[in-house]
């Protein structure tokens, strides 16, 4: 099996330029099946294991997609299908993100019900509702989740019980071909949202107040491909500036939106770490202690949960107590087991993680259970005593495009390699196919 080996005691130096954001890119691909008229051209776009998946969505559907060098056109203009198989669905839950777009465009839709996941249950009862209120009907057998609409969606009021973002997205991508006007309340306000609006307009759609809690979309006749750049990646520039600071290092972020940060720079101030905006990005500088925060996950403009995992590892590093309280996900602490591996010091109530350190970390042999909690296994490897060995590399791809690499240009001894788990032996992963050449994939 794959595992990235890092051997901890190196301070990172340097600089290190994010890449485009899986969660933007993901529902702007899945958004570019509604141009009838017209190729899309996506710019910025990651070479990550989650792209692969969406691009295999869309050429299932019958979608012409070509990616190379950070670029991906879409071609949708012929008949499309109307189905996702659950072998997309359940390596990726945003391959749901093509509901909208079908239903919108051709007024029906079957999707492999997206399963439970490492994180919690994760229902898509807000998507439906909103599918519902726009007069599609629902009905979920064998496994899918097929939705109808007799002729063309109708827009109306809808109020999400959640901020979700994925509904928030798959809402607004339905609302653009509907008869009338959607509004769509308690929306979502993350950044990702905005970028997916941003492409819709200039698709031609109408869509008034993304970023902010009520969402406002002008059905139109017809979109048509455009051209977007992809925003950058929030969450792999978070994770960064966690390697920088866990590490006592002095590392300059390139290619971020620092407002897309304010809530994990001021965290990260207040836990005594030195972030400076400079032209070319954010230059984040690791003090000799860090102090303790609480930190509670919300939606955004909150504490994002995508960086939960990573701060933990923060924490660890923290002298005096501090505690993570997770309200987004139910279930989202299954990487303290594999900290516990490390020497950390976590205990858990509910959904709270009380963490007491400084904790000296000792490199362990731990598996990655989703892609945050993997990056964070990585994040603690750094600082811990000795060499730490981390498996489960297929969710660390689906997030972050060269992560050993990257880090191993600020300093860091990483590597990747391939080695036979004597343990388990039928347990054997092919490496990964996405890494022969990103560029063709
Ligand atoms: C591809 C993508 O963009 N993924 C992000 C997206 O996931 P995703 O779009 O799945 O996250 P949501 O905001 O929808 O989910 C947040 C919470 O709402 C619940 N919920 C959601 C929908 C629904 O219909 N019913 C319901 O109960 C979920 O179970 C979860 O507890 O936002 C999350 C929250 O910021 C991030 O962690 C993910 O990285
Ligand atoms: C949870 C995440 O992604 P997804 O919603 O795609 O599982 C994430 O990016 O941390």
Do not use: W
């Not at 979502?188 to 941003?198: D, S």
């Not at 109530?349 to 000792?362: C, E, F, M, V, Y």
């Amino acid at each position: 099996m794959e595992k990235i080996i890092v051997r901890g005691g190196r301070r990172l130096n340097g600089s290190v330029k994010v890449d485009g954001a899986k969660n933007a890119v993901l529902p702007v691909i899945a958004a570019s099946i509604l141009a009838k008229k017209g190729k899309s051209n996506i710019d910025n776009v990651p070479a990550l294991a989650d792209v692969f998946t969406i691009n295999e969505v869309l050429r299932y559907l019958n979608a012409d997609v070509v990616f190379h060098n950070g670029q991906i056109t879409v071609d949708a203009q012929g008949a499309l299908h109307t189905k996702a198989p659950f072998k997309y669905v359940q390596k990726m839950r945003a391959s749901f993100l093509v509901m909208g777009p079908l239903l919108a465009r051709i007024g029906h839709a079957n999707i492999a019900l997206p399963g439970g996941c490492a994180i919690g249950s994760r229902p898509i009862d807000q998507h439906l509702k909103g599918f519902e209120a726009m007069g599609a009907k629902v009905e979920i057998g064998n496994g899918f989740i097929k939705a109808k609409v007799e002729e063309q969606l109708k827009g109306n009021r809808i109020y999400l019980d959640f901020p979700s973002v994925g509904a928030t997205e798959n809402i607004m991508m339905a609302a653009t071909l509907a008869r009338g006007t959607t509004v769509i309340e308690n929306a979502a306000k993350e950044p990702e949202i905005v970028c997916l609006a941003t492409y819709l307009n200039s698709m031609g759609a109408k869509v008034i107040g993304a970023g902010t809690g009520t969402v406002r979309i002008e059905g139109v006749e017809a979109l048509s491909g455009a051209d977007h750049t992809i925003i950058p990646d929030r969450i792999e520039a978070g994770t960064f500036m966690v390697a920088a600071a866990i590490t006592k290092g002095n590392v300059l972020i390139e290619n971020v939106v620092p407002e897309h940060l304010r809530p994990l720079i001021a965290k990260m101030k207040d836990m005594g770490v030195t972030i400076i905006e400079e032209k070319n990005g954010l230059r984040v500088i690791g003090p000799k202690k860090l102090k303790v925060v609480d930190i509670k996950t919300m939606p955004h403009p909150g504490f994002p949960t995508d960086m939960q995992a990573q701060m933990m590892t923060l924490l660890l590093c923290a002298e005096g107590t501090g505690v993570i309280t997770e309200t987004v996900f139910e279930n989202r602490y299954m990487h303290v087991e594999e900290f516990r591996r490390m020497n950390g010091d976590i205990k858990i109530q509910g959904n709270s993680a009380i963490i007491t350190g400084p904790n000296q970390l000792r490199g362990a042999e731990v598996a990655a259970t989703d892609l945050r909690a993997g990056a964070a296994l990585v994040l603690a490897g750094l600082v811990a005593d000795g060499t730490t060995r981390v498996t489960k590399l297929k969710h660390i791809d689906r997030g972050y495009v060269n992560f050993t690499e990257k880090l191993k240009s600020l300093g860091a001894d990483i590597e990747r390699i391939y080695e036979l788990d004597e343990r388990n032996l039928e347990n054997l992963e092919a490496p990964a196919p996405y890494k022969i050449n990103p560029n063709f994939a």
